[in-house]
Structures are given as structure tokens and as C-alpha cells.
């Protein structure tokens, strides 16, 4: 198989319904605006809880993005992931996406958190274009809320993420992409690692700005990656870029977007 150059967009859009969040309907607007000026050929995103948001965006970039998502009951993407792919670029989806929930999650009852009602998990569809062949797996991970240590939920759903990217023959290139809610000095980042070549590492170096907008001021923790899994049949290079939010939801979401150009290339 030849080499592969793709660019991948991945971004939490924090979709939650006003009040809990700014105008999402309008944030998706810019977002869709900040898609096209970007033209990333595979589109990642979590947190697209509701189906007028999908309906949204899917308006905004009809023709040059076609959707792929699981359908939940009653509407709205399984775990509030969706995935885009630009239709000029060529790849398109095998099949249809498979989505795995994660069996450990917060609890349901804990309705103020949201996680277990989420119901989150991973979202990964094989794509093909011509004789290129790659996995794109989008996922969104138990997040941590005061007064709650979910460390080992987030363990053992890193763990289910690496037996979904293991489903997948080794010679396939995997992107896996989303909010990991594992900041790189935790321990749990060895779970991180295993998957494969982080893309985001080298963005880290300069001052670590993080991809979370943190309303209480002080540094942003690094809990959004794209990883190149199965990395050790080829090598991979990337360039990594940050869509900043000026604040939570201005302009965009309560994280800032991951815009990576990536070279996948044959190991000889």
C-alpha cells in the first residue's frame, strides 16, 4: 500500500443544551464555518449529543461531508460522537461504523454528571480509498468531576479502547482521536502510549498549553490526542495545530480542536 497524507480534524464541541451551554446551535455554525476554512478530509467529534446538532452541521457542510455516526434511540449519535468525511478526498466509509459502549462507566443515577446517562463509547469505521486503506476510531472517556475520582473507570474504558483498536489487522493504519479526559502526567497515559505514536506529544513541548479552557484560571490540562495505533508497521508523521476557544464556548467549545496533517507511510 502506497502512502497515505490525510489531514484529521478532532474536537469535543461541548453540545450540551442551553443553559449548560452558549448558544450550541450557533457554536456549530462556526464551527461548520472553521470546518470549511480548514478542509480536513476525515472529521472527528464528541459531544454532538442531539440530533438537531448533527442536522446542523450536517446542513453547513452538506456535499463536501458526508456523516457517519450510530444512531441512538430517540436520535442523536451514540456517546455524542460523530465523524465527518470530505467527499473530494476520496475515502469513504467500508462499512457501516461500529459503535462499542464502554461496560464501566459512572454511575446512571449521578444525573447532575451526565457521563452515565452518555452512555459513551468508542466509534470506529474502516475507510478505503482506491487501494489506501486506514481505520478512523473516535471515542469520548469518563470525565472527572469534583468531589469524584473516576481513575480507574478511565482505566479500565483506555483498556476496552485498546481491545477495540486490537480488533483491527496490524497492518491497517488506525488514527484513534477524541477527548481522553487523561492529562500526560498521569499515570494512565501508559494506557495512552500503548495504543501507538502519539501525534500530540511534540505540541506539548512549548509551555503545554493544553486543549481545555479551565474557567478557574491556572494551566489547561492535555486530555484530547489523536494517536496513530499499529504505528509499529509504519512510520507516521504529523503536524499538529490548536483551534484555541477564547473562553468556554467563544468561539467555539470548552476544548480546543486538534487539526493534524498526517503522513503514514510503508515501513520498509
Known sequence: MREICLKILSWNL???AWPLSKDPGVRMDRVSAKVRELSPDIL???EVWLGSLVDRLATALQQDWMPTYSKRRGGGPRGGLLTFLRASAGWRA??????DAFTVSAPVWKIWEGDGLGRKGVLSVELENGEQRICAINTHLQSQYS????AKVREAQLIELGKVVSQFH???PALVAGDFNTDFRES???????LGTDLTAEARAPGNPGTTVNPRGGRPEWIDYIVAANSLTWDVSAH???IANQSADVPYSDHSGLFCTVRIAPRD
Open 94 to 99: 467500508v462499512s457501516s461504523p461500529d459503535f
Open 147 to 150: 468531589g469524584s475520582n473516576y
Open 240 to 242: 499538529l495545530a490548536l
Open 188 to 194: 494512565l497515559y501508559a494506557h495512552v502510549k500503548a
Open 14 to 16: 461541548h453540545g450540551l
Open 44 to 46: 472527528l467529534l464528541q
Open 170 to 172: 496490524p497492518s491497517l
